[in-house]
């Protein structure tokens, strides 16, 4: 078995921290949390889990997770978010590969993304293939501060990460609010300009893109809902950025940060 080095980035998780790293610890022969200070007690879970725990200020998705790496002692790293955990035939699988010898950079998985107890696999939210196990001396995440990926051609594995990605719908609408302004600060860092049109066009698409293209139309309450989600989550990210242009704001100082 290759040595893997597990990495989570954490802010206020305590609620789910414990089973991610136990899943990790699966595959993994260490365990490293990079927490954005936190202020409930994951970082204390994560201690008593035997996790190797460092702090650093939320920079965004991308680089907080490339950081987080740069903690493992071993070239190979597997990302999980604290609220996803490894399937046990994605277990059995990851524990038989040969790294040392693959010429693989990086491997795909399946994905199954849950609101509450309900599998929500409309519209495109399944197989929803995520890279997450990687050679970080070849590949690593890139700079985006909201759902940032690993951009390289990786190996697919057909086995699934459980993923929970909602508790609730009130959960759903708060992490949209949190990722839009994400986005929004990725936008402004670009250099994308303030436009009235944009915010409308865009997010119109997006709702017909997943009612459509990807057919939601055809599956029942579940497709509206991530046709619906996704129109105001793009619609949301283009006026926060508008926003930002028209009180002339520092990205980092005009939003609260989350809690």
Not at 118 to 132: G, L, M, Q
Not at 231 to 252: H, I, Q, R, S
Request: glycine letters at 4%; aromatic letters at 12%.
């Amino acid at each position: 078995m290759s040595k893997i080095s597990g990495t989570i980035i954490t802010l206020n998780n305590e609620e789910v921290i414990e089973d991610c790293i136990i899943s990790l610890k699966l595959v993994c022969d260490e365990v490293i949390v990079l927490d954005s200070l936190s202020t409930d007690n994951t970082t204390e879970i994560a201690k008593k889990m035997g996790a190797r725990v460092f702090l650093q200020d939320f920079l965004g998705d991308g680089p907080q997770k490339k950081m987080a790496s740069e903690y493992a002692k071993n070239n190979w790293v597997l990302s999980l978010d604290s609220d996803e955990r490894l399937e046990p035939d994605l277990i059995a699988h990851i524990n038989a590969l040969d790294l040392d010898s693959e010429t693989d950079e990086a491997y795909s998985f399946k994905r199954r993304n849950f609101c509450g107890p309900k599998w929500i696999k409309a519209a495109s939210f399944y197989p929803d293939r995520v890279t997450r196990l990687y050679n970080k001396k070849k590949v690593n995440y890139n700079s985006s501060t909201s759902h940032a990926f690993i951009d390289v051609k990786a190996k697919k594995i057909n086995y699934h990460i459980i993923h929970y990605t909602y508790t609730s719908y009130t959960d759903w609408i708060n992490k949209i609010n949190f990722y839009s302004t994400q986005s929004a600060k990725t936008l402004h860092t670009q250099g994308v300009k303030k436009s009235n049109i944009r915010p409308i066009t865009h997010s119109l698409f997006a709702f017909f893109k997943k009612l459509i293209i990807k057919g939601g139309i055809f599956q029942g309450i579940d497709g509206f809902t991530v046709a619906l989600t996704t129109m105001f989550n793009t619609y949301m990210k283009y006026v926060k950025l508008n926003e930002l242009y028209d009180n002339k704001a520092d990205p980092e100082k005009h939003f609260p940060k989350a809690k």
